[in-house]
T-cell receptor, first 109, second 116 residues
Framework: GQNIDQPTEMTATEGAIVQINCTYQ??????LFWYQQHAGEAPTFLSY????GLEEKGRFSSFLSRSKGYSYLLLKELQMKDSASYLC??????????FGTGTQLKVEL | GAVVSQHPSWVICKSGTSVKIECRSL??????MFWYRQFPKQSLMLMAT?????????EQGVEKDKFLINHASLTLSTLTVTSAHPEDSSFYIC????????????FGPGTRLTVT
């Protein structure tokens, strides 16, 4: 089975850095996706980690530890438009993605 | 590249009627398409996986006779909600995978279904 745990809500200040953690237990793990979803819209791809370590892409970075079943998404220089839900999604068997409940990030002035 | 469209973007129907939602990959061939449902303030729940030319694989608890999925070509999959009820009102999102071997799924913009 799949079990994904991430915080429900987080609040941060514009210009700051925020780290969203995700722990998972899954069978047939291939890699882990992070998606951003604004209310009423479909998810948009942020990152995909297969190997252990940190991958940086502009203001967003994602980290994976396969042995610990742990990942985090790091957002730097926060902007108001970053207010959204961030979904952690490990890949399991059969090409399937299993989404966590998402972390609702609110960026304040 | 890798654009997925959905039609309609929103639909209102009466209880007891059927609604068809289309999912198209516009610039790539989608060997596998996925259908998700998302209720307000909840995460995406996978309903079924469809491969072109074969029957869809439904997740546990999803009624295959109520949610009919057809993946007739490498660029089109349809989801038909039959005998819709108000509790079927939700945000339905499709995604597609290409044949490159990548695990990445490309998401459509979603369809908001309201059953009255």
């Amino acid at each position: 089975g799949q079990n994904i745990d991430q915080p429900t809500e987080m609040t941060a200040t514009e210009g700051a850095i925020v780290q969203i953690n995700c722990t998972y237990q899954t069978s047939g793990f291939n890699g882990l996706f992070w998606y951003q979803q604004h209310a009423g819209e479909a998810p948009t791809f942020l990152s995909y980690n297969v190997l252990d370590g940190l991958e940086e892409k502009g203001r967003f970075s994602s980290f994976l530890s396969r042995s610990k079943g742990y990942s985090y998404l790091l957002l730097k220089e926060l902007q108001m438009k970053d207010s959204a839900s961030y979904l952690c999604a490990p890949t399991g068997g059969g090409n399937k993605l299993t989404f966590g409940t998402g972390t609702q990030l609110k960026v304040e002035l | 590249g890798a654009v997925v469209s959905q039609h309609p973007s929103w639909v209102i129907c009466k209880s007891g009627t059927s609604v068809k939602i289309e999912c198209r990959s516009l610039d790539f061939q989608a060997t596998t398409m996925f259908w998700y449902r998302q209720f307000p303030k909840q995460s995406l729940m996978l309903m079924a996986t469809s491969n072109e030319g074969s029957k869809a694989t439904y997740e546990q608890g999803v009624e295959k006779d109520k949610f009919l999925i057809n993946h007739a070509s490498l660029t089109l999959s349809t989801l038909t909600v039959t005998s819709a009820h108000p509790e079927d009102s939700s945000f339905y999102i499709c995604s597609a995978k290409g044949s490159s071997g990548s695990d990445e799924q490309y998401f459509g913009p979603g369809t908001r279904l309201t059953v009255t």
